[in-house]
């Protein structure tokens, strides 16, 4: 069981935003940066955001992150179709000693 | 660019020791931190441990007993071995690098391997 929550599905249709929540506590997200990995079946994972809200090259900037207290957010603004995949938020645990990862949420394109 | 590429067996038998090698091409192993995570079908991810080229290491405390992570700076490969495996140790297993200034920004990871426990 997870540390971090994230709803277990979103959705939108193409060029809207959909927004992405993980809710931790102060032991995770409340005391330590945030990174969002894109998770397509089948394919390698993909680093989208780090330290809450840097996007590393190559990362449309349709992908922003941001941070406020324990929960943090991932919005994919101009949806597109092959934004369709699983998400995924993590962060060291302090409690826990150990980073963790969120409990995922599957965006679907309708 | 950097690549990384899971390599070993695809079953193994409960109660017997996983062993899995990651080979990093494009890259120095001698330069990263050099994570493991696995993904059970149908659920989450989960960090496994990391290596430092030094042989620096630090395991997840839930199966820090059962793993050991090494490296091979010779080869540009590092290993994980999971003991006295079950059922529930059958999961996508990934490797990913991540830089010295941020050992949790796992950029690239390699495609995966799927391992079966099974008898």
């Known amino acids: 069981q997870s540390v971090l929550t994230q709803p277990p599905s979103a959705s939108g249709t193409p060029g809207q935003r959909v927004t992405i929540s993980c809710s931790g506590s102060s032991s995770n997200i409340g005391s330590n940066f945030v990174n969002w990995f894109q998770n397509l079946p089948g394919t390698a994972p993909k680093l989208l955001i780090y330290w809450n809200n840097q996007r590393p090259s190559g990362v449309p900037d349709r992908f922003s992150g941001s941070k406020s207290g324990t929960s943090a957010s991932l919005a994919i603004n101009g949806l597109r179709s092959e934004d369709e995949s699983d998400y995924y938020c993590a962060a060291w645990d302090d409690s826990l000693s150990a980073y963790v990862f969120g409990t995922g949420t599957k965006v679907t394109v309708l | 660019q950097v690549q990384l590429q899971e390599s070993g067996p695809g079953l193994v038998k409960p109660s017997e020791t996983l062993s899995l090698t990651c080979t990093v091409s494009?890259?120095?192993?001698?330069?990263?931190?050099w994570s493991w995570i696995r993904q059970p079908p149908g659920k989450g991810l989960e960090w496994i441990g990391y290596?430092?080229?030094?042989?620096?290491?630090k395991y997840n405390p839930s199966l820090k007993s059962r793993v050991t992570i090494s490296v091979d700076t010779s080869k540009n490969q590092f290993s994980l071995k999971l003991s006295s495996v079950t059922a529930a140790d059958t999961a996508v297993y990934y490797c990913?690098?991540?830089?010295?200034?941020?050992?949790?920004?796992?950029?690239?990871w390699g495609q995966g391997t799927l391992v079966t426990v099974s008898s």
């Open positions: 494009g890259a120095s192993i001698s330069s990263s931190y």
């Open positions: 990913a690098r991540a830089p010295n200034y941020d050992i949790w920004r796992f950029d690239p």
């Open positions: 290596i430092y080229y030094s042989g620096a290491t």
